[in-house]
């Protein structure tokens, strides 16, 4: 059972355009969200988070939405950058200090120059 | 330089032959975790560590063990290992960071395992 899910495994966005990640989850105690970039050959590394106090966390050119009713965040990337271009997970977990994650499948970002 | 390190970085090994990924971590952070990253169903949380001698287990723990002796170090050891244990693994540490205000993970480089 897919707990955290990301629907399109892929994204294809010209430069300068907005990228829009989506990601769902079920688990309505899920109360604190993360997204990570992950180039090929490398580990993930963190991007950006967002509580379930706030529905939008801006850092630069990205911001997270959240939609708690609809159990549902996006992040969003603008402009998009060739060097953007990355798996992107989303993971979510009860509390922000807590010791478990749950993760997304990813979704394959390409920035098109 | 602050980093997780993970060894090896490759790894073919046979149904049934005992092995150890290493991970190991400088930056003092007292949480590990391990991850295995498989296609179509993203990371997945093997095990973790809130410190010496305390572990517990995430998601996909089945035929997986780990220790904690040192906070440095997390290996990740595979008794028995079987096919299906064919993955990419990451190793990552965490700590609360003061400029984002939240627990950020810092992820190895990650071990690609085949077990034939």
């Known amino acids: 059972d897919q707990q955290v899910k990301q629907n399109s495994p892929s994204l294809s966005v010209q430069e300068g355009r907005i990228s829009i990640l989506n990601c769902d989850y079920t688990?309505?105690?899920?109360?604190?969200f993360l997204w990570y970039k992950k180039y090929p050959a490398e580990g993930p590394t963190f991007l950006i988070s967002?509580?379930?106090?706030?529905d939008k966390n801006e850092d630069g050119r990205f911001t997270v939405f959240l939609n708690k009713s609809a159990k549902h965040l996006s992040l969003h990337i603008v402009p998009s950058q060739p060097g953007d271009s990355a798996v992107y997970f989303c993971?979510?977990?009860?509390?922000?200090?807590?010791?478990?994650?749950?993760f997304g499948t990813g979704t394959r970002l390409k920035v098109l120059a | 330089e602050a980093q997780v390190t993970q060894n090896p970085r490759y790894l073919i090994t046979v149904t049934g032959k005992k092995l150890t990924v290493t991970c190991s971590q400088n930056?003092?952070?007292?949480?590990m975790s391990w991850y295995r990253q498989d296609p179509g169903l993203g990371l997945r949380q093997i095990y973790y560590?809130?410190?010496?001698?305390?572990?517990d287990k995430g998601d996909v723990p089945e035929g997986y063990k780990v220790s904690r002796k040192e906070k440095r170090n997390f290996p990740l050891i595979l008794e028995s290992p079987s096919p299906n244990q064919t993955s990419l693994y990451f190793c990552?540490?965490?700590?609360?960071?003061?400029?984002?205000?939240?627990?950020?993970?810092?992820f190895g480089p990650g071990t690609r395992l085949t077990v034939t």
């Open positions: 993971a979510a977990s009860q509390g922000s200090g807590t010791y478990k994650y749950i």
């Open positions: 688990n309505s105690m899920f109360d604190y």
């Open positions: 560590s809130m410190n010496v001698e305390v572990t």
């Open positions: 967002i509580s379930s106090i706030k």
């Open positions: 930056m003092n952070h007292e949480y």
């Open positions: 990552a540490s965490r700590a609360y960071a003061l400029t984002s205000e939240v627990y950020e993970q810092y």
